[in-house]
């Protein structure tokens, strides 16, 4: 149970449990760059200069790595519990992020120890996966 009485996601209990299934589906919209840029002050062409990005062979804007990231972040604090319980994530960036097409954040719980449970993940963008080898730690109840 949570502090406030509700159960949380994971089990009838609100632990979390080996093989669980974390999944998040988003789809950047047009102004995700603009804003992410201006909360991280990361205003590099890539992310806000359609031209610029173009010009340097890109397809257009590209998402932030870290944006992308979060995402990863928000789908283990969604699936289990809330944000109080990500301990740690880590992950490889392996591809450039897209606007306007969905990002599949996929992964499952592999393992529960003395109250720490590993939740191993990956962000795949039409096929391509853009992030690898995600490992979330996540604390128990």
């Known amino acids: 149970m949570s502090p406030d009485g509700g159960v949380r996601p994971g089990q009838p209990d ?3 449990r080996p093989g669980q299934q974390i999944e998040l589906k988003v789809t950047p919209d047009p102004y995700v760059t603009y804003r992410y840029a201006g909360a991280s ?3 590099n062409p890539i992310h806000i200069d359609e031209q610029f ?3 340097v062979g890109l397809p257009g804007r590209i998402l932030h790595g870290l944006w992308t990231m ?3 972040a928000r789908a283990v604090t969604e699936a289990t519990g809330g944000p109080e319980r990500l301990q740690s994530l880590e ?3 392996r ?3 897209q606007l306007r097409e969905e990002i599949v954040v996929s992964g499952e719980v592999t393992d529960v120890r003395d109250g720490v449970a590993t939740a191993h ?3 795949v963008q039409s096929g391509r996966r853009i992030i690898r ?3 979330a730690t996540i604390a128990g109840d």
Do not use: T
């Open 14 to 16: 609100g632990g979390v």
């Open 41 to 43: 002050g990361d205003f």
């Open 53 to 55: 990005a173009q010009q």
């Open 70 to 72: 979060a995402q990863v």
């Open 91 to 93: 992950v490889e960036f």
């Open 95 to 97: 591809g450039i992020g």
């Open 121 to 123: 993940l990956e962000a």
């Open 133 to 135: 080898n995600g490992v």
